[in-house]
Nanobody, 124 residues
Framework: QLQLVESGGGLVQPGGSLRLSCAAS????????IGWFRQAPGKEREGVSC????????NYADSVKGRFTISRDNAKNTVYLQMNSLKPEDTAVYYC?????????????????WGQGTQVTVSS
């Protein structure tokens, strides 16, 4: 069955970096755009970034522009989220999800399939 599995989360100090991975299986990976979302305690899930099926188009939330970079390797069925200059407010559970089209709206309601999430904690 279709599966998305996130990895790479952890504890990092402010200003540090992490790279998240989203490994996909059970479906034709390059038929889907992939997005990253996050949810902090007591807050709604919000869109972070997405990448189109071929990787040629990307979108980012204003809060992460210039610090996060999304990429994909269709040969490995994997999407990455490189996170630099991390801030305490980036602390959240990060989820990857699949959709047909990556749009600047980054609406979670447009995404059909979800992973289980990986925890990112930014703290000194």
């Amino acid at each position: 069955q279709l599966q998305l599995v996130e990895s790479g989360g952890g504890l990092v100090q402010p200003g540090g970096s992490l790279r998240l991975s989203c490994a996909a299986s059970g479906f034709t990976f390059d038929y889907y755009a992939i997005g990253w979302f996050r949810q902090a305690p007591g807050k709604e899930r919000e869109g972070v970034s997405c990448i189109s099926r071929g990787g040629g188009s990307t979108n980012y939330a204003d809060s992460v522009k210039g610090r996060f970079t999304i990429s994909r390797d269709n040969a490995k069925n994997t999407v990455y989220l490189q996170m630099n200059s991390l801030k305490p407010e980036d602390t959240a559970v990060y989820y990857c999800a699949a959709t047909r089209f990556c749009t600047a709206k980054l609406s979670l309601y447009e995404y059909d399939y979800w992973g289980q999430g990986t925890q990112v904690t930014v703290s000194s």
